[in-house]
Nanobody
């Protein structure tokens, strides 16, 4: 059974940092692409960052160099380092494991798995 569990969210002041983790089990993690998404209240879920199985990374324009995605295959875990946080970064952050990574884009498919999300709240 595949499980994806995010952690590391919390309440932080503007300008602060958080490190989100995405731990997966029941899956061959090292060959999977990973996407971090977020969903703010009343808004659609949006892609934040992606990392391929070969550690190629891509970021949404709004990231502006503030976030870093990484992975540790030995721990079956992906990370999203959030720096210089802004109130507009407030959202539930979700990890998706197993999407299709192609030419710098990440595509969801039926073989991908979602975690339950972790709340990030940035106060002004």
């Amino acid at each position: 059974q595949v499980q994806v569990v995010e952690s590391g969210g919390g309440l932080v002041q503007a300008g602060g940092s958080l490190r989100l983790s995405c731990a997966a089990s029941g899956i061959i993690f090292s060959i999977k692409a990973i996407g971090w998404f977020r969903q703010a209240p009343g808004k659609q879920r949006e892609l934040v960052a992606t990392i391929s199985s070969t550690e190629r990374t891509n970021y949404a324009d709004f990231v502006e160099g503030r976030f870093t995605i990484s992975r540790d295959n030995a721990k079956n875990t992906a990370y999203l380092q959030l720096n210089s946080l802004k109130p507009e970064d407030t959202a539930v952050y979700y990890c998706n494991v197993g999407g299709l990574y192609y030419s710098g884009s990440y595509f969801l498919n039926d073989d991908a798995y979602w975690g339950q999300g972790t709340q990030v709240t940035v106060s002004s």
